[in-house]
């Protein structure tokens, strides 16, 4: 019963960091997209 518990924990807690990382991973990517749009933008007009 004791290991059933702390396993339940276990997993709760891990499932907390897998949506903290994956919330990470988002923003991370939004901003990378972001940044990409930017430099695509400034080098458009820069060509162009």
């Not at 339940?8 to 988002?26: E, T, V, Y």
Request: proline fraction near 0%; avoid cysteine.
């Amino acid at each position: 019963m004791h290991l059933h518990l702390n396993r339940h924990h276990r997993f709760n807690r891990s499932r907390i960091l897998d949506s903290l990382g994956f919330a990470l991973l988002l923003v991370a990517a939004i901003m990378a997209f972001v940044v990409v749009i930017g430099v695509i933008a400034t080098g458009a007009g820069a060509v162009y």
